[in-house]
């Protein structure tokens, strides 16, 4: 078997063969390349010890020199080289506490996670597959090298990386592997939330977002995202609904996936972190009417401060929180499809959301049983036809578009601070609702926009003064 590997990696290879060391390309480099996927980084394991890898290589970086990872630097490219090693006791759930370099490549292959990514390759030997991984790729399986109970012990983190390739390759978990996963869950209590946060946007990000049920299916929700849990055990016996509201989010986040090429990958994922987290407040103001129909009001809200803590609680960063989080809180706006209104909600917004505010409500929609989904969704199409008139006509949508500027109130006798603010209030109100009248001399006439509404004589002593 002949993969086609990068000139650079062949070189690299080459110069540690050459220097008499064995060499291979490993993990998911080799995995990729077998399904005919592009990989994203190309990693190399070696019997060379870090020092002896230095001395062949000219520009280096001590990357994790003390577990035995140095990287190559060509120009602008790296790549990172590893010697073999077995890893020491596994006291925090993450890291081995030491590791000790080895000249068995088979050694090396056993710590690996998944019998997919404990393949090595390289042009002189091909493909070295000691744990069947070639097999398990062509049954579409994601399998723990040797024991899973022992792999997860190891590293709690790879319950949820488990998780995340069957998401990206569209695998399914092993019997033993899922048994174990299930067994091990309540592990992640000891990961890091930066890294939960990692493999959960990686999840959501992938070609199957909709395998996030996985995390409720397994225990894993139970303990990094209760409040999943809380929507997968709600109803919502509703006209407008067909699943309880967790299997709805589910299938809203399955529906994303129709912008996966259209996207840029922080977009994406915004979009499907919103998705996850529209309906949670479903879970905290339910009620049931007289004629059993369940109801939801004010869960937009809430779900919102749900989103936020959330967020907060993995430590995502303030634009993602930020924009999520109106996301969220408008997924559900209720309004008279005008111009005017969507003008308003395009300052709430912020016009560079609405791309996205669209898609999370055809997500919705479309998540939905189809009574009145037709409707729903023509809706959108012409809120959207009025969101590019709207761009086309270059309404005024913020202050600096306004004709009127601070100077100019100022030039006029009013004072800077809340008063010039509150009389460019008043300007933008009236532009907004009627963008023809963003003209600096209609508005520099209105005495009552200028100077605010005053007793009858004050207003003519303010403007002689």
């Given at each position: 078997m002949q993969l086609n590997l990068p000139n650079k990696v062949s070189l690299i290879i080459d110069t540690l063969q050459a220097g008499g060391y064995e060499a291979y390309a490993v993990g998911g480099c080799v995995r990729d390349s077998l399904?005919?996927?592009?990989?994203?980084?190309?990693?190399?394991?070696?019997?060379?010890?870090?020092?002896?890898?230095?001395?062949?290589?000219?520009?280096?970086?001590?990357?994790?020199?003390?577990?035995?990872t140095v990287t190559v630097l060509f120009g602008k490219e790296s790549y990172e080289l590893t010697t073999y090693r077995i890893d020491g006791i596994y006291e925090d759930k993450r890291h081995p506490k030491e590791v000790t370099f080895t000249g068995?490549?088979?050694?090396?292959?056993?710590?690996r996670d998944f019998t997919i990514n404990a393949m090595a390759y390289n042009d002189k030997e091909g493909l070295v597959d000691l744990f069947k991984g070639l097999e398990d790729l062509g049954s579409h399986t994601i399998k723990a090298v040797g024991n899973p109970l022992e792999r997860f012990d190891e590293d709690a983190l790879r319950?949820?990386?488990?998780?995340?390739?069957?998401?990206?390759?569209?695998?399914?978990?092993e019997e033993e592997t899922l048994k174990a996963i299930e067994k091990k869950s309540g592990d992640l209590k000891k990961i890091s939330a930066e890294r939960i946060q990692t493999e959960l946007v990686k999840l959501l990000c992938s070609d199957h977002p909709e395998k996030v049920l996985g995390l409720y299916e397994t225990g894993m929700s139970k303990v990094i995202l209760p409040e999943l849990d809380?929507?997968?055990?709600?109803?919502?016996?509703?006209?407008?609904?067909?699943?309880?509201?967790g299997m709805h989010t589910i299938e809203a986040i399955k529906y994303s996936r129709k912008w996966n090429d259209s996207l840029s990958e922080n977009d994406k994922k915004i979009l499907r972190l919103t998705m996850l987290f529209h309906d949670m407040g479903k879970a905290h103001c339910k009620t049931t009417d007289e004629n059993g129909i369940d109801h939801f009001k004010g869960h937009a809200d809430i779900s919102e401060k749900i989103a936020g803590d959330i967020l907060r609680r993995?430590?995502?960063?303030?634009?993602?929180?930020?924009?999520?989080?109106?996301?969220?809180?408008?997924?559900?706006?209720?309004?008279?499809?005008?111009?005017?209104k969507m003008r308003e909600l395009m300052v709430n917004m912020g016009v560079d959301l609405m791309p996205l505010w669209f898609a999370v409500r055809r997500c919705d929609t479309n998540a939905q049983s189809?009574?009145?989904?037709?409707?729903?969704?023509?809706?959108?199409?012409?809120?959207?036809?009025?969101?590019?008139?709207i761009l086309?006509?270059?309404?005024?949508?913020?202050?600096?578009?306004?004709?009127?500027?601070?100077k100019d109130l100022i030039d006029m006798g009013i004072k800077p601070g809340k008063e010039l603010g509150e009389a460019l209030d008043r300007m933008f109100k009236l532009v907004l609702e009627d963008p023809s009248k963003n003209d600096k001399?209609?508005?520099?006439?209105?005495?009552?926009?200028?100077?605010?509404?005053a007793a009858p004589g004050q207003l003519e002593r303010m403007i002689d003064e």
């Open positions: 399904m005919g996927r592009k990989p994203k980084d190309w990693d190399i394991t070696t019997n060379a010890k870090p020092v002896e890898i230095k001395r062949l290589f000219k520009r280096t970086v001590d990357t994790g020199i003390q577990h035995g068995d490549l088979a050694k090396d292959l056993e710590r319950i949820m990386r488990a998780l995340r390739f069957a998401a990206e390759l569209d695998f399914e978990i809380a929507i997968m055990e709600t109803g919502q016996n509703n006209p407008h609904h067909m699943y309880n509201v993995l430590k995502f960063d303030n634009d993602t929180i930020n924009k999520v989080k109106k996301l969220v809180k408008y997924h559900d706006h209720r309004y008279s499809v005008t111009k005017v189809l009574y009145v989904r037709e409707e729903k969704l023509s809706s959108i199409d012409y809120c959207e036809e009025l969101y590019n008139e086309r006509d270059k309404d005024c949508l913020s202050l600096k578009d306004l004709a009127v500027k601070g001399s209609c508005l520099l006439s209105d005495k009552e926009l200028v100077y605010g509404k």
